[in-house]
C-alpha cells in the first residue's frame, strides 16, 4: 500500500496544485463562480460603472477567483489592469503612488516599465472618462487606500466600467454608491468539500489511500479547512506523520504547520525561503533565480516552494501565508538578537543609514531618494558588509569604493545618470545589474570603472541614449541580456559573439535597429532572441550555428523580408514567431525543425505558400497560425500533423480544407473566420476530431456541414455569421455551449432540440430582400407562426400543425441560455416559458425581424432587451416586471406605446429611434436613467423630466413634435445634443448649452 501511495504521488503534478486554485477550479466549482460573478458584474450594461468586492479571509481563493473571472472578460473592455496585492504595496513608501502610476501606465498603455513615467492619476481623468476599463484592485484592506486608487466614487471611468476589488475587510464598499455594488462572499470550504479536495490532489482519489487513514483530516483540520496545503506533500510525509503522533494534534494550527516545515529546512534552504518571502516576490524569476548560488535551489530542495510559482509574465509569487510567516520569523529573530538584524529597509535619505544601529546585518536596502539629484557617497556603506540586494534609483555616486560590497549579489540603479563619479567600484560577487531608463551611453564611465566578473544578468530596458552597446568582452559569464526599448539603439557591438553563455537576448522594440551582426552567430548557448518591433531587414545566415535555440520571435519586426536557410540546423527551435513580417516564403527545409512547437505567421501578407516539408513536424507542431496571409491551399504534408492542437486561418485566402482533415485528430480550435474563398462543404472526415472544441467559420462562403459533425461531442463553439451559402443545418452536437447562425439561404430552423447546455444562441435567415417593407415583399407560403422557447430543466419538444391554416408551432428548451438573438423571417409569435420560475434565466434579448407581430411575456431577469427592424410589432407586452432591466433600445418599430414603462427602476439607457411611439408615459419615474436618445420619431411628445437626477446624457434628433423640454433646466447633464427638432431654438436649450460649454 505505501508503495502505491508513493507511486501515486510520483505521478502528479507539480505545477499549479496549491489548495487555493483547486478549491476554486474542482471543489466549488471554477466555471460556477465565475459565472456567478459576471453575472453580479452585468457586462452586459453599458450605462454605469459597476464594482463588486469579493470577501473571506486569507487563502480562502479570492484573489485566483478575481484572476479568473479577468481573464475571461478582460477581451471586452478599451484596457485593463489587474493591481496585486495592494496591501503589502502600501506598506512601502510611495506605494499607493507607485500603484497610481501603474494604473495610469496600463490603461494608456504606456511602457509599464518606464519610472520616468510619473503623473498624478487626477491629470488623466479627462481621459478615462472616455475609456470602458476593467480594473481588479487585489487585497486591499483600507478604504483610503481603494479611493486613492478608483476614486471616492466610480466616476473617474468611462462608462461600461467594472471594478474587481478583493479584500478580507467586508465594509471596504461602504462609502460607495449602494446602487453601483455588489458584493461576493467565498465561503469557506466544509469537511466533506475539504477532505475531498485534499486525497483529489494528494492521492489522486477521491478519498484517501489505506496507509495513509487519517493524514487527510488531520491537515484539513489543521489548516482550518482553508484551501491551502503543501503542495508536495510526500516531502512532508515523515513531519506529518510525527505531527499525526503529537499530543498537540488536536490543537495543531496552520501556523504550527508553517512553523514545523521552516525549522526542517537546512541554513541555505531557510535563506532561500525568506529572500523570497521578504523582498524578491514579484520580481522575475528567472532573473531572481540568481541571488543564489544554485538557481533551482528554490523549486527543488525547498519544502516550502511549491507554494511560490511564476506568474504569466514569469514574476515571483509566493502566498500571502508565507509572507506572513518570513516576517514573523525576522521580527522574532530581531527581538532576540541584542544587536537587531535589518534585512530589509527603505531610505529616502542617505543620512538615514549612517549612524543607525545593526547596519552590518543589514541585507537588502532600498534607497527611495526624493531629491532626484541625491548623491550616494562610499561611507554610506562602510558598515554593511553582508549586503546583498541594493537598489539605487536615481542616484549619483562618488568616493572610493574599495572595501564596499564584498558580497552585492543584485545591484538596481535605474534612472541612473550620464556622470559617474566613483572609484574602484569592485563588485566581485555581482550577478545581476539593473540599468533600466537609465542616461548610459556607449562609453559611460561606469562601463570601465565597475569591476563585475561574474554578472550574469545585464539589464538595460529603455536606455533610450544608448547608440551602440557597450563592449561586453568583460563579462564571459552574462547569461541574459535586456535591451527592450533601447530606442535609438542601431547597432550591436560585436562583442556579444564573446558571450559563450548568453542564453537570453531580447532586442524588443528597439525600432532603429536594423541588422543583427553576424558575430552573433557565436553566442552558441542562445536559447532565446526576441527581435520584436525591431526594423531588422534579414536575420544573418550565421544563425544556424545557434543549436540551443529555442525561441525566435520577430513579431511586428514589419521590415524583416526572408529567414536564412541555415534556420533549418535550429534542430532545438519551439517557438517561431514573424507576424507581420514582409515574408514572402519560408524555407524548404523547414520541416527539419523537428521540435517547432508553434509556428506563427499572422498578418505575414506577402506569405502565399507552406512548404510541403511541414508535414515532417508531426510530432512536434502544435500550433500554426497563417491568418491574414495570402495562402490559399494548405499542403498535402498537413495530413502529417498529427499533434496539431490549434490552426487559425482568419482572413486568409484558403479555398478549401484538406480532405484528409480528419487526420488531424489532436485538433481542438480550428478558425476560418472571414476566409472569403473557403466555399462548398465541410469534409465528412471532420467527424474524427473527436477533441475539437471550437469551429469558427463566420463570414465565409461554405455550403453546408456534414451530418457527421453530431458526434464530436466536445465541441462546445460553432460560429456560422453570415454564412449566407448555408440552406440547412444537420444535428449538432448536444455538447454546445455557444451557436451563432445566420444565413439569407436558410429555408428551416435548424434542429436545436438537444442543445441543453447552450448560454449563447444566435439565429438569423433575413437577407436584404427580408428588410424590404412587408408590402414589397412575397410572404413565405408557409410560416412557423409560433415559437415557443421553454428555459427548463425537464426537455419540452412540440412539433403541431393545424390542417386547415397550415401553421407551425413548436417549442425548444434551453434551461442554460443568458444570451439570445433572433432574426428569424418566419416567425410570427412568440413566447417564453420557465418551468420551474428559480431556474437561470434569460440576461440579454436581440430581436429583429419584419414577421415578428407578437411577444408573450418577456423573461423578467432581463437586462438588456434590443428590438430592431420589427415593422410589424405594434405592441410590447407590459414591461412593469422588467425590473432588472439597465438597457432598452427600440429601432424601426410600429410600437406606439411602452406599457408600464415607470417600473423599470433599474434602467440606465434608454435609446429610441425610427418609431411610431407617441409618448413616454413614465419615463419621469426612472431615477436611475443615465442616457436618453431619441432619434427620428416624429409622433413623440416627452413629458416633465425634471425627476431624473441621475441623466446624464440627452440626445434629441429629428423628432418633429418636441416643441420644448420641460424639467431640461433642473437636470445635471454632462451631454445635451438637441437637432433637427423644434426644440432646438428654444432659450431653455440654449442656456442649456451653454452652461455645459462653460463647465
Known amino acids: 500500500m505505501e508503495e502505491e501511495a508513493r507511486q501515486q504521488a510520483a505521478d502528479l503534478e507539480t505545477s499549479d496544485r496549491n489548495y487555493a486554485i483547486a478549491a476554486v477550479q474542482n471543489v466549488v466549482g471554477m466555471d460556477d463562480r465565475v459565472k456567478q460573478i459576471t453575472d453580479l458584474l452585468e457586462m452586459e450594461v453599458n450605462d454605469e460603472v459597476r464594482i463588486i468586492g469579493i470577501y473571506g479571509t486569507h487563502g480562502i481563493g479570492k484573489t485566483t477567483l478575481a484572476k479568473?473571472?479577468?481573464?475571461?472578460?478582460?477581451?471586452?473592455?478599451?484596457?485593463?489592469?489587474?493591481?496585486?496585492?495592494?496591501?503589502q504595496t502600501t506598506q512601502n513608501p510611495r506605494g499607493i503612488q507607485f500603484l497610481q502610476t501603474k494604473l495610469i501606465r496600463d490603461i494608456l498603455q504606456r511602457d509599464r516599465e518606464d519610472p520616468s513615467f510619473d503623473e498624478r492619476i487626477e491629470s488623466f481623468l479627462d481621459i478615462f472618462r472616455?475609456?470602458?476599463?476593467?480594473?481588479?484592485?487585489?487585497?486591499?484592506?483600507?478604504?483610503?487606500?481603494?479611493?486613492?486608487?478608483?476614486?471616492?466614487?466610480?466616476?473617474?471611468?468611462?462608462?461600461g466600467s467594472r471594478i474587481i476589488v478583493t479584500s478580507n475587510n467586508s465594509e471596504i464598499l461602504k462609502e460607495y454608491d449602494l446602487g453601483k455594488t455588489r458584493s461576493y462572499m467565498v465561503h469557506q470550504l466544509d469537511n466533506g468539500q475539504a477532505f475531498e479536495l485534499f486525497c483529489k490532489h494528494a492521492f489522486g482519489r477521491q478519498s484517501s489511500i489505506h496507509?495513509?487513514?487519517?493524514?487527510?483530516?488531520?491537515?484539513?483540520?489543521?489548516?482550518?479547512?482553508?484551501?491551502?496545503?503543501?503542495?508536495?506533500?510526500?516531502?512532508?510525509?515523515?513531519?506529518?506523520?510525527?505531527?499525526?503522533?503529537?499530543?498537540?494534534?488536536?490543537?495543531?494550527?496552520?501556523?504550527?504547520?508553517?512553523?514545523?516545515?521552516?525549522?526542517?529546512?537546512?541554513?541555505?534552504?531557510?535563506?532561500?525561503?525568506?529572500?523570497?518571502?521578504?523582498?524578491?516576490?514579484?520580481?522575475?524569476?528567472?532573473?531572481?533565480?540568481?541571488?543564489?548560488?544554485?538557481?533551482?535551489?528554490?523549486?527543488?530542495?525547498?519544502i516550502l516552494m511549491p507554494l511560490a510559482k511564476t506568474g504569466e509574465n514569469n514574476e515571483l509569487q509566493i502566498h500571502r501565508l508565507l509572507r506572513c510567516l518570513g516576517k514573523r520569523i525576522l521580527d522574532q529573530e530581531e527581538s532576540e538578537d541584542p544587536i537587531p538584524r535589518k534585512f530589509h529597509i527603505h531610505v529616502t535619505v542617505p543620512e538615514a543609514i549612517s549612524n543607525d544601529?545593526?547596519?552590518?546585518?543589514?541585507?537588502?536596502?532600498?534607497?527611495?531618494?526624493?531629491?532626484?539629484?541625491?548623491?550616494?557617497?562610499?561611507?554610506?556603506?562602510?558598515?554593511?558588509?553582508?549586503?546583498?540586494?541594493?537598489?539605487?534609483?536615481?542616484?549619483?555616486?562618488?568616493?572610493?569604493?574599495?572595501?564596499?560590497?564584498?558580497?552585492?549579489?543584485?545591484?538596481?540603479?535605474?534612472?541612473?545618470?550620464?556622470?559617474?563619479?566613483?572609484?574602484?567600484f569592485v563588485l566581485r560577487e555581482l550577478v545581476i545589474?539593473?540599468?533600466?531608463?537609465?542616461?548610459?551611453?556607449?562609453?559611460?564611465?561606469?562601463?570601465?570603472?565597475?569591476?563585475?566578473?561574474?554578472?550574469?544578468?545585464?539589464?538595460?530596458?529603455?536606455?533610450?541614449?544608448?547608440?551602440?552597446?557597450?563592449?561586453?568582452?568583460?563579462?564571459?559569464?552574462?547569461?541574459?541580456?535586456?535591451?527592450?526599448?533601447?530606442?535609438?539603439?542601431?547597432?550591436?557591438?560585436?562583442?556579444?559573439?564573446?558571450?559563450?553563455?548568453?542564453?537570453?537576448?531580447?532586442?524588443?522594440?528597439?525600432?532603429?535597429?536594423?541588422?543583427?551582426?553576424?558575430?552573433?552567430?557565436?553566442?552558441?548557448?542562445?536559447?532565446?532572441?526576441?527581435?520584436?518591433?525591431?526594423?531588422?531587414?534579414?536575420?544573418?545566415?550565421?544563425i544556424g550555428n545557434l543549436k540551443q535555440l529555442k525561441i525566435l520571435s520577430g513579431f511586428k519586426c514589419f521590415q524583416l523580408t526572408q529567414l536564412p536557410s541555415s534556420i533549418s540546423y535550429l534542430t532545438a527551435l519551439s517557438v517561431l514567431s514573424l507576424d507581420g513580417a514582409k515574408i514572402s516564403e519560408l524555407p524548404s527545409s523547414l520541416g527539419e525543425l523537428l521540435n517547432l512547437r508553434r509556428l506563427s505567421l499572422r498578418n505575414c501578407h506577402y506569405m502565399q505558400v507552406l512548404p510541403d516539408s511541414i508535414g515532417k513536424m508531426g510530432s512536434s507542431l502544435e500550433e500554426l497560425d497563417i491568418s491574414a496571409t495570402s495562402i490559399s491551399r494548405l499542403p498535402n504534408s498537413m495530413r502529417n500533423l498529427q499533434n496539431l492542437r490549434v490552426l487559425r486561418m482568419d482572413s486568409s485566402f484558403i479555398r478549401a480544407f484538406p480532405v484528409e482533415i480528419g487526420n488531424l485528430t489532436k485538433l481542438e480550435e480550428l478558425h476560418a473566420s472571414r476566409c472569403r474563398s473557403l466555399e462548398g462543404a465541410i469534409p465528412r472526415?471532420?467527424?474524427?476530431?473527436?477533441?475539437?472544441?471550437?469551429?469558427?467559420?463566420?463570414?465565409?462562403?461554405?455550403?453546408?456541414?456534414?451530418?457527421?459533425?453530431?458526434?464530436?461531442?466536445?465541441?462546445?463553439?460553432?460560429?456560422?455569421?453570415?454564412?449566407?451559402?448555408?440552406?440547412?443545418?444537420?444535428?449538432?452536437?448536444?455538447?454546445?455551449?455557444?451557436?451563432?447562425?445566420?444565413?439569407?439561404?436558410?429555408?428551416?430552423?435548424?434542429?436545436?432540440?438537444?442543445?441543453?447546455?447552450?448560454?449563447?444562441?444566435?439565429?438569423?435567415?433575413?437577407?436584404?430582400?427580408?428588410?424590404?417593407?412587408?408590402?414589397?415583399?412575397?410572404?413565405?407560403?408557409?410560416?412557423?407562426?409560433?415559437?415557443?422557447?421553454?428555459?427548463?430543466?425537464?426537455?419540452?419538444?412540440?412539433?403541431?400543425q393545424t390542417p386547415t391554416i397550415e401553421e407551425h408551432s413548436f417549442s425548444i428548451s434551453f434551461p442554460k441560455l443568458r444570451k439570445l438573438e433572433l432574426s428569424l423571417s418566419r416567425i410570427i409569435k412568440l413566447q417564453f416559458v420557465y418551468e420551474p420560475p428559480d431556474i437561470p434565466q434569460l440576461k440579454t434579448l436581440t430581436l429583429s425581424g419584419l414577421s415578428l407581430e407578437e411577444v408573450s411575456e418577456l423573461p423578467k431577469a432581463l437586462s438588456v432587451l434590443s428590438i430592431r427592424g420589427c415593422s410589424s410589432l405594434k405592441r410590447l407586452p407590459i414591461v412593469q416586471c422588467l425590473t432588472n432591466?439597465?438597457?432598452?433600445?427600440?429601432?424601426?418599430?410600429?410600437?406606439?406605446?411602452?406599457?408600464?414603462?415607470?417600473?423599470?427602476?433599474?434602467?440606465?439607457?434608454?435609446?429610441?429611434?425610427?418609431?411610431?411611439?407617441?409618448?413616454?408615459?413614465?419615463?419621469?419615474q426612472l431615477t436611475s436613467l443615465r442616457s436618453l436618445i431619441l432619434s427620428d420619431c416624429d409622433d413623440l411628445s416627452l413629458p416633465d423630466l425634471s425627476n431624473l437626477k441621475s441623466l446624464k446624457i440627452l440626445e434629441i434628433r429629428r423628432c418633429k413634435m418636441i416643441h420644448k423640454i420641460e424639467g431640461l433646466e433642473k437636470l445635471c447633464l454632462e451631454k445635451l445634443n438637441i437637432s433637427e427638432c423644434p426644440a432646438e431654438n428654444s432659450v431653455l436649450v440654449e442656456n442649456v448649452m451653454a452652461r455645459l460649454m462653460v463647465t
Open 68 to 87: 479568473a473571472v479577468y481573464n475571461c472578460i478582460s477581451s471586452c473592455f478599451d484596457s485593463c489592469n489587474f493591481l496585486a496585492e495592494v496591501e
Open 357 to 424: 544601529k545593526g547596519m552590518e546585518n543589514i541585507e537588502a536596502l532600498c534607497f527611495d531618494l526624493d531629491d532626484h539629484d541625491s548623491c550616494v557617497t562610499a561611507r554610506h556603506f562602510e558598515s554593511m558588509p553582508g549586503i546583498r540586494f541594493l537598489q539605487l534609483d536615481n542616484a549619483r555616486v562618488s568616493g572610493d569604493f574599495a572595501r564596499a560590497f564584498p558580497s552585492l549579489r543584485w545591484l538596481c540603479w535605474q534612472r541612473c545618470p550620464l556622470d559617474f563619479g566613483a572609484m574602484n
Open 885 to 924: 432591466i439597465s438597457a432598452f433600445e427600440l429601432h424601426h418599430s410600429a410600437i406606439e406605446e411602452i406599457e408600464g414603462l415607470e417600473g423599470l427602476k433599474a434602467l440606465k439607457r434608454l435609446d429610441i429611434s425610427n418609431c411610431k411611439i407617441r409618448n413616454l408615459n413614465g419615463i419621469g
Open 211 to 302: 496507509a495513509y487513514d487519517g493524514l487527510p483530516n488531520c491537515i484539513v483540520n489543521a489548516t482550518v479547512k482553508l484551501p491551502f496545503s503543501i503542495e508536495e506533500w510526500k516531502k512532508t510525509e515523515e513531519l506529518m506523520k510525527q505531527l499525526m503522533t503529537s499530543s498537540q494534534k488536536t490543537t495543531v494550527g496552520c501556523k504550527e504547520i508553517l512553523d514545523i516545515c521552516y525549522k526542517a529546512l537546512d541554513p541555505k534552504q531557510k535563506h532561500v525561503f525568506l529572500d523570497i518571502a521578504c523582498f524578491i516576490s514579484g520580481m522575475d524569476a528567472r532573473i531572481a533565480s540568481y541571488m543564489w548560488s544554485n538557481p533551482h535551489l528554490p523549486s527543488s530542495d525547498c
Open 130 to 159: 472616455e475609456m470602458k476599463v476593467l480594473i481588479v484592485v487585489d487585497d486591499v484592506e483600507k478604504q483610503s487606500h481603494l479611493q486613492a486608487i478608483v476614486g471616492d466614487q466610480p466616476h473617474w471611468f468611462g462608462l
Open 433 to 542: 545589474f539593473d540599468l533600466s531608463w537609465s542616461k548610459v551611453v556607449e562609453d559611460w564611465g561606469g562601463w570601465s570603472e565597475i569591476k563585475m566578473e561574474k554578472l550574469k544578468v545585464l539589464n538595460l530596458t529603455g536606455c533610450s541614449d544608448l547608440l551602440i552597446t557597450p563592449d561586453f568582452s568583460d563579462y564571459k559569464d552574462l547569461e541574459i541580456l535586456i535591451l527592450e526599448r533601447c530606442s535609438r539603439l542601431v547597432k550591436l557591438d560585436p562583442s556579444i559573439g564573446h558571450l559563450k553563455r548568453l542564453v537570453s537576448l531580447n532586442l524588443k522594440s528597439c525600432f532603429q535597429l536594423n541588422r543583427l551582426p553576424v558575430e552573433l552567430g557565436h553566442a552558441t548557448a542562445l536559447e532565446e532572441l526576441f527581435i520584436d518591433g525591431t526594423s531588422v531587414r534579414e536575420i544573418p545566415i550565421s
Open 685 to 800: 472526415d471532420i467527424k474524427r476530431l473527436h477533441h475539437l472544441r471550437s469551429l469558427t467559420l463566420g463570414h465565409s462562403g461554405i455550403s453546408s456541414l456534414p451530418s457527421e459533425i453530431s458526434t464530436i461531442s466536445s465541441l462546445q463553439t460553432l460560429d456560422l455569421l453570415q454564412c449566407n451559402g448555408i440552406e440547412v443545418l444537420p444535428e449538432l452536437p448536444s455538447s454546445l455551449i455557444c451557436l451563432r447562425v445566420s444565413s439569407k439561404r436558410m429555408k428551416a430552423i435548424p434542429p436545436l432540440k438537444n442543445l441543453k447546455e447552450l448560454v449563447e444562441l444566435c439565429l438569423s435567415d433575413e437577407g436584404p430582400k427580408e428588410r424590404q417593407p412587408p408590402s414589397k415583399r412575397l410572404m413565405p407560403e408557409s410560416k412557423v407562426k409560433k415559437l415557443s422557447i421553454w428555459f427548463s430543466r425537464l426537455w419540452n419538444l412540440e412539433f403541431l
